[in-house]
């Protein structure tokens, strides 16, 4: 049943271009008249001029009275005539239907993979953290093509084996009941057969589409952390387990297909066993005067052609439990409701002051298996429009997830934060998101020039402006060493750079946006100190009248701050600027003092 939802959902997808279909369907119906009626001049052939049977009812309805003046040479060669039209007919309504079949499908494709990735840009981050990316780019790239199938090997066959068969179940009924019958006997043999292995072809198809989405998320895994491979040493560790994994994918495969194998064997074998049957039968009663050569000719050359329909739609009956499969993996995503949600009524952030109030905030994330775990619990504090706020803590206090909720990429489970008194759940997503700047720890670079990843934020930025931020964030002088200075096409991931000169172009690019709203997320975790400071002076005037948050484990750069918040197990511990919390003698100080130490 579930495979039946699947299968209709990607039918009334494919439905949004029914014009299309419906051409692409009448043209394949006109093919079907044509493979009906390819057997026909070989009956002429054979009843009318090497015998002399009468000429069937359709000869002499189309010439008239002249047909029974037509001399056997003449019907002859009208015949091959005919056998000829049809052959060059059936080429050509194959070849339009097949070019058609496959423009169609492609361009469901293409717009299924764009609805896909789509609703993957609205996905919250808590998605991401329970599914691996190497999945769902499986998903994106290969389990899209569910609606090709669709097209191509389910709806468009069915249709046309469904209605070829219908007429040749007709004619051949018309010429002999018992024949027809025998060659009907087919198909209910068929539908138990397919009871028999529908089960198991589903529960190994959903097996090998899941090994082998975990075979790409490793492998995606294992590239983007390659430097931690080689540099442990742990080449042939991680080829090891690519090779269990590929192993388990391997054994799927083959399950599957044994499987899918055995069921078209057996649909094979049925349908041999009734044209050996029917042929038997078909002799005997030509033999005994009651079915001309020519009607049987019709029979067999019906029961080559019903062979490949019957294949046809066997074909198609496995393919709709591999989609069941496939389909499942794709509208996982698009009917996940983990979505950042946008209320209608929601309105654009404008005039923007920055003030910045968390009421009551509480949030968590989910495991893999749905179970909670808490990370902020019940956070309370204001900024005021221009400050700077600073937020320290051990690691897995809560800082990054914090600043996260600012920018929506997760909604709290309890509580609200507001901007200048308005709900952030209450403003345009991305009206939202153009206000902030962000600059992250691990800062991710496009593989596109280094101009456009500065510009990111800012597309219309000119040469002299991309130019002045990269000074002020101590990156131009490294760029124009580089062969194409800011032409330089980065390699993927910004592997061609080091960590530090990746967090100065993502430093340049926060301040080429340029947003009321700042969050620096260690943004100098990977430089040196002279540099660090020749940023931060440099920051100092970008900030200026912003509201700023600050992320840092190296307490020297948040002195300044107009308020310091203190994290720990989730919770606010103190608050107060740099003076007043050595002053306490706390938390604050007690990292403070160790950080002095260590530094010492």
């Known amino acids: 049943m579930k495979d039946l939802k699947i299968l209709w959902r990607l039918f009334c997808y494919s439905a949004s271009y029914w014009k299309r279909f419906l051409v692409l369907l009448s043209v394949a119906l006109f093919g079907v008249v044509i493979e009906v009626a390819k057997p ?10 090497l015998t002399s049977q009468p000429l069937p009812t359709f000869i002499t309805q189309f010439f008239g009275n002249d047909a029974l003046f037509l001399s056997k040479e003449q019907l002859l060669w009208w015949s091959i005539g005919l056998a000829v ?19 169609l499908a492609q361009r469901l494709v293409y717009d299924f993979s764009l609805d896909l990735f789509h609703k993957l840009q609205q996905l919250s981050l808590s998605y991401y953290g329970r599914n691996k990316i190497g999945d769902l780019l499986q998903r994106v790239n290969a389990d899209v093509y569910v609606v090709y199938f669709v097209v191509a090997q389910i709806a468009l066959p069915v249709i046309t084996s469904l209605v070829c068969l219908g007429a040749m179940f007709y004619i051949m009924a018309q010429l002999n009941a018992t024949l027809a019958l025998i060659a009907a006997a087919v198909v209910p043999l068929l539908g138990i057969s ?34 931690v491979v080689q540099g442990f040493a742990r080449e042939q560790f991680m ?41 038997g039968f078909g002799a005997q009663n030509v033999l005994s005067g009651k ?112 600043v996260s909720l600012l920018s929506r990429f997760y909604d709290p489970w309890a509580g609200r934060i507001l901007i200048d008194g308005i709900d952030i759940q209450n403003i345009k997503l991305n009206s939202l998101r ?54 330089t096409v980065i390699s993927e991931g910004g592997a061609s750079l080091s960590g530090g000169e990746r967090q100065r172009i993502s430093i340049a690019r926060a301040m080429l946006k340029n947003a009321p709203i700042i969050i620096f997320d260690e943004p100098t975790s990977a430089l040196d100190a002279h540099t660090e400071a020749n940023i931060f002076k440099a920051l100092s005037t970008l900030m200026t009248g912003k509201t700023t948050f600050i992320i840092s484990h190296r307490l020297s750069t948040i002195q300044r701050a107009d308020q310091i918040i203190t994290l720990k197990d989730g919770q606010i511990v103190e608050r107060g600027t740099h003076e007043s919390l050595l002053s306490e003698g706390k938390v604050y100080a007690n990292l403070y003092k160790h950080q002095h130490i260590a530094a010492m």
Not at 273 to 279: I, M, P, S, T
Not at 359 to 367: I, K, L, P, R
């Open 40 to 49: 026909l001049p070989f009956k002429i052939v054979l009843d009318n001029v």
């Open 291 to 402: 079915l001309t050569i020519g009607n049987l000719f019709i029979f067999l050359g019906y029961l080559t052609s019903l062979y490949t329909l019957v294949n046809s739609l066997t074909l198609a009956v496995g393919t709709s439990i591999m989609l069941g499969a496939r389909g499942r993996r794709v509208f996982e995503i698009l009917d996940s409701d983990e979505i950042i949600a946008e209320k209608p009524n929601a309105r654009p952030l404008v005039a923007t002051h920055g003030e910045i109030s968390f009421e009551n905030v509480s949030f968590g994330y989910e495991n893999e298996l749905g179970e909670p775990r808490t990370i902020l619990r019940d956070i309370s504090f204001r900024v005021l429009p221009g400050q700077v706020t600073a937020l320290v803590g051990a690691t897995g206090a809560g800082k990054t997830t914090l």
């Open 85 to 103: 039209l049809l052959a060059v007919g059936s080429a050509l309504v194959s070849l339009f239907v097949a070019n058609m079949t496959i423009s």
């Open 194 to 227: 397919l009871l028999f292995f529908s089960k198991l072809m589903t529960e190994t198809t959903d097996r090998q589409y899941k090994t082998q989405g975990e075979l790409m998320a490793f492998m995606q895994q294992t590239l983007s952390a390659i430097k």
């Open 239 to 279: 080829q090891k387990k690519l090779a269990e994994r590929a192993a388990e994918f391997g054994n799927a495969y083959k399950i599957a297909n044994q499987v899918s194998l055995g069921y078209g064997q057996l649909s094979a074998l049925i349908t041999a066993l009734a044209a050996a049957v029917l042929l």
């Open 434 to 487: 153009e206000n902030i700047s962000l600059v992250l720890q691990e800062p991710f670079l496009f593989p596109v020039c280094i101009a456009d990843n500065i510009a990111f934020g800012r597309p219309g930025a000119s040469r002299e402006e991309i130019i002045e931020v990269a000074k002020l964030a101590q990156a131009h002088e490294f760029i124009s060493r580089l062969p194409e200075g800011y032409e």
